[in-house]
């Protein structure tokens, strides 16, 4: 089937126009050139789809050594753990930059660091905790997306070649 459509003449009628011309005989002349771009779209796919995995669980355990120090922070205030330990201060100087957007929520500045349940710590915890389901939620519909991509980048190849059209006499109408 071969289709030609003329563009609108130029001023004047000098016949200048635009010539397209589709040509599309049968499956098997564009065929190979959709299974060779459908290989790339894979090949993009799966590298897609290995980094996508791999970057959800850097984020998981980013967010699990982040809460994991907030939580420790927390329960050292609330056991009124003394700061002259190493680890507790290595604890404290960790969060503090953790929890220091979240210090101006609160009111007024406590006197003593432990003994006191800082609600900046609390918040901290929070939106650290929502932000890393974000960040597993988006590779997770990321992953979903991407399998759908390559599963519709398979169909050409496994699309079996349409059959000839039937002779006109074959052909009966419904009335």
Not at 83 to 111: G, K, N
Request: hydrophobic share 55%; charged share 20%; aromatic share 10%.
């Amino acid at each position: 089937m071969n289709v030609t459509m003329n563009g609108p003449k130029g001023a004047g009628d000098r016949g200048e126009g635009l010539t397209f011309e589709i040509s599309m005989r049968s499956w098997s002349e564009w065929a190979p050139k959709l299974m060779e771009s459908s290989k790339d779209v894979l090949a993009a796919a799966f590298k897609v789809r290995y980094l996508a995995g791999r970057l959800a669980w850097l984020v998981l355990l980013a967010g699990l050594i982040v809460e994991g120090l907030l939580a420790a922070r927390l329960w050292a205030q609330l056991t009124r753990q003394s700061l002259e330990t190493w680890l507790m201060r290595s604890v404290f100087s960790a969060t503090d930059f953790l929890i220091s957007p979240f210090q101006d929520l609160e009111p007024s500045q406590s006197i003593r660091m432990t003994g006191v349940l800082e609600f900046a710590t609390l918040v901290a915890m929070e939106v650290y905790l929502v932000a890393i389901l974000g960040g597993l939620l988006f590779f997770f519909i990321l992953s979903k997306l991407v399998n759908l991509a390559i599963f519709l980048a398979k169909l050409p190849s496994e699309r079996p070649a349409p059959a000839s059209a039937p002779p006109a006499a074959e052909v009966q109408r419904v009335a």
